[in-house]
């Protein structure tokens, strides 16, 4: 008992919550977590964040914190880098064309697209007395599966927009109406590690999850993942909006298919490379701040929206992304 105390007590309850803007670094088919060296990738992602991003990100290939000169996101401490799928509309003649992505109106204006991010301690307003263990280097894990085919696990949600700060209800699937505000998708990761591996070869079962919905853990990490880690959340915001005038199909269904075909959003899924600098993203998570107090060096070093969006890499892959016939593989007989 007296080493519990003694551990909390040095722990002590403080409050950081880390929520901020990435720009889009880059919409193309690479994916260096779930197929390392595949150039292309299965499918398409959009990726936000610092611009060591390769197909190739083994730990061999270096320190994305050291190798990066540029971050799409608003501490520019943090090179990690963070991607889901893209969304597509389908078109009555088979053709499928993007859906733009939209900034969050919490965040400061002129993001261009990309998704805002989160790390939170054992809920929004607690580290529940118990140290959050930053991520170490070469850390990184998915969330959600493609093959889903049924309604998969918690924390990865979908919210029918009736405007920008819409966040409820969270849904398990795509929404089958019409939102007049556009759609949002949200991965969470788990937050417990195993607290030796960087990875396993299905890229989750070094993880545990007890996220319950909507940031909030329920219950302690268990024994085989004891290590509390930053609770990782992405939403990203897609611009529906100038597709609710165009047809719809008549069955019911709605016309929005993510990436690697599906278009009832059971495979949902999201990547996450760790690539702060130093002890960067501890210091965040021994501190009390949240969202934009941990700005300009409190404790973070942050920068602006057009810094965030100069930070641009070349695309590995070549392809035109929009009017394919095919999602899943996009127009890559078409390179241009
Ligand atoms: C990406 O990988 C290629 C091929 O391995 C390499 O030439 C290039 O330098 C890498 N880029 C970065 C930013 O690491
Ligand atoms: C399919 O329809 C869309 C919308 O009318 C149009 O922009 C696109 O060019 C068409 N694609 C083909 C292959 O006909
Ligand atoms: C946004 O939508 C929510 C419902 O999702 C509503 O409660 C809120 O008042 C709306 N805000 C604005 C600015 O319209």
Same mark, same amino acid.
């Given at each position: 008992m007296k080493s519990l105390l003694f551990t909390a007590a040095l722990a002590g309850l403080s409050e950081a919550a880390l929520r901020f803007a990435c720009s889009t670094l880059s919409i193309q088919r690479l994916d260096p977590v779930v197929e390392p060296s595949n150039v292309p990738s299965a499918h398409l992602h959009q990726i936000v964040g610092g611009n060591a991003f390769n197909a190739s990100m083994e730990p061999e290939d270096g320190d994305p914190a050291q190798k990066a000169t540029c971050t799409t996101c608003t501490f520019s401490e943090d090179f990690s880098n963070y991607w889901t799928a893209v969304m597509f509309y389908k078109h009555?003649?088979?053709?499928?064309?993007?859906? /733009?992505? =939209?900034?969050?109106?919490?965040?400061?204006?002129?993001?261009?697209?990309? =998704? $805002?991010?989160?790390? $939170?301690?054992?809920?929004?307003?607690?580290?529940?007395?118990?140290?959050?263990? @930053?991520?170490?280097?070469?850390?990184? =894990? $998915?969330?959600?599966?493609?093959?889903?085919?049924?309604?998969? @696990?918690?924390?990865?949600?979908?919210?029918?927009?009736?405007?920008?700060? $819409?966040?409820?209800?969270?849904?398990?699937?795509?929404?089958?109406?019409?939102?007049?505000g556009g759609i949002m998708t949200v991965h969470h990761f788990p937050a417990c590690w195993d607290g030796k591996n960087i990875d396993s070869p299905d890229h989750q079962s070094h993880m545990y999850n007890t996220v319950n919905d909507a940031f909030v853990n329920s219950g302690a990490c268990p024994a085989s993942h004891p290590v509390r880690v930053p609770q990782v959340t992405y939403e990203t915001l897609w611009d529906t909006t100038k597709f609710n005038n165009l047809p719809w199909p008549t069955d019911g269904s709605q016309p929005f298919v993510l990436?690697?075909?599906?278009?009832?959003?059971?495979?949902?899924?999201?990547?996450?490379?760790?690539?702060?600098?130093?002890?960067?993203?501890?210091?965040?998570?021994?501190?009390?701040?949240?969202? #934009?107090?941990?700005?300009?060096?409190? /404790?973070?070093?942050?920068?602006?929206?057009?810094? =965030? #969006?100069?930070?641009?890499?070349? /695309?590995?892959?070549?392809?035109?992304?929009?009017?394919?016939?095919? /999602? @899943?593989?996009?127009?890559? #007989?078409?390179?241009?």
């Open positions: 009555q003649n088979g053709s499928y064309q993007r859906v /733009p992505i =939209m900034a969050n109106d919490a965040l400061p204006a002129g993001v261009n697209g990309g =998704m $805002t991010i989160y790390y $939170t301690q054992q809920d929004f307003f607690s580290n529940g007395n118990k140290k959050i263990t @930053s991520f170490p280097k070469g850390f990184r =894990m $998915t969330a959600g599966s493609v093959t889903a085919t049924s309604k998969y @696990s918690k924390g990865l949600k979908f919210v029918c927009l009736q405007n920008k700060s $819409t966040r409820f209800p969270e849904l398990d699937e795509f929404p089958t109406q019409k939102c007049v990436s690697y075909g599906d278009n009832k959003g059971y495979g949902t899924h999201a990547d996450y490379m760790f690539g702060w600098k130093d002890d960067a993203l501890q210091r965040a998570m021994d501190s009390s701040c949240m969202f #934009n107090a941990c700005e300009n060096g409190r /404790p973070l070093k942050s920068q602006q929206p057009a810094q =965030m #969006n100069a930070c641009q890499i070349k /695309p590995t892959v070549q392809e035109k992304i929009d009017g394919c016939k095919d /999602p @899943s593989y996009l127009c890559h #007989n078409y390179m241009y």
